[in-house]
Nanobody, 126 residues
Framework: QVQVAESGGGLVQEGGSLRLSCAASGRTFSTYTMGWFRQAPGKEREFVAAISWSGRRTNYADSVKGRFIISIGNAKNTVYLQMNSLRPEDTAVYYC???????????????????WGQGTQVTVSS
């Protein structure tokens, strides 16, 4: 079994920053892909960013390019999402997802990911 857990959400003013953390534990492997998705009230869950286990390959949604940075942590199977210049439209529950496959480009499709966290709320006030 694999468990995925996010942390770091909260309330921030427009223009501020937050860093989300995610860790996968349990039956994990040395090669993996991890991604972040978000879901705002009344909307579908959408892709935010993804990264390969090496950290060399990343993929971002257009809406967050230049503002968000995804990175691999020093501990195995950990990933961070640094969110800068936050906007009210970034308000959502943010989910971390993982799989143990390797891609040329980390995928943006939800169905590519096998393991999901419970989500962490990010609220950006104007």
């Amino acid at each position: 079994q694999v468990q995925v857990a996010e942390s770091g959400g909260g309330l921030v003013q427009e223009g501020g920053s937050l860093r989300l953390s995610c860790a996968a534990s349990g039956r994990t492997f040395s090669t993996y892909t991890m991604g972040w998705f978000r879901q705002a009230p009344g909307k579908e869950r959408e892709f935010v960013a993804a990264i390969s286990w090496s950290g060399r390959r990343t993929n971002y949604a257009d809406s967050v390019k230049g503002r968000f940075i995804i990175s691999i942590g020093n501990a195995k199977n950990t990933v961070y999402l640094q969110m800068n210049s936050l906007r009210p439209e970034d308000t959502a529950v943010y989910y971390c997802a993982a799989n143990f496959r390797v891609y040329y480009l980390p995928p943006d499709r939800r169905d590519e990911y096998d393991y999901w966290g419970q989500g962490t709320q990010v609220t950006v006030s104007s």
